[in-house]
């Protein structure tokens, strides 16, 4: 299915390009268009956003409940839990930690 849209996309920048009806200015416009559909990760903040709640949303759940599990039974926080909650301390520090190509 991905590979199909991409396909379709390319196709489409192809076909704008080789458009000789359409003025420049035209061409320039519908092949940004283009260009924005076939990125959506990079160019909607709403999925960054998103991902980032839910993360910080696990951290924060996983240390109340591991919080909540030692002072109410007494017991070890189970060791699933505190990998759950690494895990989203990790992938917070990925997306979160500048890029070194930028």
């Known amino acids: 299915m991905a ?6 996309l390319q196709n489409l920048i192809q ?7 359409l003025s420049s200015d035209q061409k320039v416009k519908l092949l940004e268009s283009l ?17 980032v709640a839910f993360l910080g949303l696990t951290v924060l759940l996983t240390v109340l409940g591991g919080f909540y599990l030692s002072i ?3 017991a070890t926080i189970p060791e699933g ?5 690494s895990a989203a301390v990790g992938a917070l520090a990925g997306l979160l930690a500048p890029s070194p190509m930028k």
């Open 81 to 85: 839990l505190i990998a759950l909650g």
């Open 72 to 74: 109410k039974t007494a």
């Open 3 to 8: 590979n199909n849209v991409k396909e379709t």
């Open 35 to 51: 260009q924005t559909l076939s990125t959506p990760l990079q160019s909607d903040r709403w999925i960054f956003r998103l991902v």
């Open 15 to 21: 076909q704008v390009t080789n458009d000789n009806s």
